[in-house]
């Protein structure tokens, strides 16, 4: 099920309920200051019964009990104008992780004040540079967003100064879920955030923990998922470069193929996938990915029911699809627009 590129390039579980919100379109740019702390609210709230019982696992697994949490703003480096901070909804063995980051790229108007405008998270790749997730938040920053890059569990400035151990990934690929899903909320909150456009874009690694978090619920306006793909195991089993070197990270530490269907079984985006909104989810392939393999995407594609305009493919490969970004972006900034224009 695909759109062809010709085509895209004409077209170049909770109690706590969204009006109990925090009303952000109030506050004023004023309140930005190192040290700013807002309040948020959790809206995480599963609508659809689940299908089944692996259903029911993995959102046992991957939610939980909404509450109040606080938003800090801390001094940002380069080109980011504040580094947001939030609490993870999920604790690891690991303090300084737990706090998430968001790296706010701020909407300004034409007097270079805090415009007013709809937002989105951008969760990057698996590069420690982050250099992808960084290109679509100046991205769409550039359009008029506000963007908001998160540094996964061990990133940026979560890292603990030491690389994760096997046993510990998948861990922190579901603490990664609950954050992306958390930041939602955390964005809100915020001065200029129109917080009833709230979108979110995830790349390669990003774009599959993007992909749960698209079938927990739907709160979320749209969803894009950059060369992503579901059944993991088959993935990492398959996948060549970086799914090889978590392939090899796992044969050390002698888990074995049973093992590994386990470990993957909550945060395989495959079995949320009849959950999604097909209206507002986009994924974008590369004919010759050969990280996500085609049959990875088609097979989330399929499950999840979208039709083919949403579901792009490219004639690319995993690392030459960035040659595509203006044409993506552009693509993604129309979708947005045009769900606002329906509220």
């Known amino acids: 099920m695909r759109h062809t590129l010709g085509l895209l390039l004409l077209c170049c579980?909770?109690?706590l309920c969204r009006a109990s919100e925090p009303d952000a379109s109030g506050k004023a740019a004023a309140d930005l200051a190192i040290g700013a702390k807002f309040q948020a609210l959790d809206t995480l709230q599963p609508q659809a019964a689940p299908a089944d019982d692996l259903q029911q696992k993995c959102l046992d697994g991957l939610c939980w009990k909404?509450?109040?949490?606080?938003?800090?703003?801390?001094?940002?480096t380069g080109d980011t104008d504040w580094l947001v901070r939030f609490p993870s909804p999920v604790t690891s063995t690991h303090p300084q992780n737990d706090a998430v980051a968001l790296e706010w790229f701020v909407a300004r108007d034409e007097a270079g004040e805090v415009?007013?405008?709809?937002?989105?998270?951008?969760?990057?790749?698996s590069g420690r540079g982050?250099?992808?997730?960084?290109?679509?938040?100046?991205g769409f920053r550039k359009a008029g967003y506000h963007a908001f890059l998160l540094h996964l569990p061990g990133y940026g400035a979560r890292s603990w100064g030491a690389t994760p151990a096997a046993d510990e990934l998948m861990v922190l690929l579901r603490q990664g879920i609950a954050d992306v899903r958390r930041a939602r909320d955390a964005v809100a909150c915020l001065p200029g955030v129109d917080r009833d456009s709230i979108s979110l874009q995830g790349t390669s690694l990003g774009g599959i923990v993007s992909a749960t978090v698209a079938g927990v619920d739907q709160q979320y306006t749209a969803i894009f998922l950059l060369l992503a793909g579901g059944d993991l195991p088959s993935l990492i089993?398959?996948?060549?470069?970086?799914a090889a070197?978590?392939?090899?990270q796992l044969q050390e530490a002698q888990v074995t193929e049973d093992g590994l269907r386990e470990l993957v079984e909550m945060i395989d985006p495959l079995h949320l996938a009849s959950r999604m909104n097909r209206e507002r989810v986009w994924l974008y392939s590369g004919r010759y990915d050969t990280v996500v393999p085609?049959?990875?995407?088609?097979i989330l594609a399929k499950t999840a029911s979208l039709a083919r305009e949403h579901h792009v493919v490219m004639p690319v490969d995993h690392y030459t699809g960035i040659f595509y970004f203006p044409v993506v972006m552009k693509h993604m900034d129309q979708q947005i627009r045009s769900l606002k224009l329906q509220q």
């Open 13 to 15: 579980c909770g109690t």
């Open 66 to 76: 909404p509450a109040p949490f606080h938003v800090v703003l801390e001094e940002a």
């Open 115 to 125: 415009a007013s405008r709809p937002a989105v998270v951008v969760v990057h790749e």
């Open 130 to 138: 982050m250099t992808v997730g960084k290109l679509f938040a100046r």
């Open 237 to 242: 089993q398959n996948g060549q470069r970086d």
């Open 245 to 248: 070197k978590l392939r090899q």
């Open 294 to 298: 085609m049959h990875n995407a088609e």
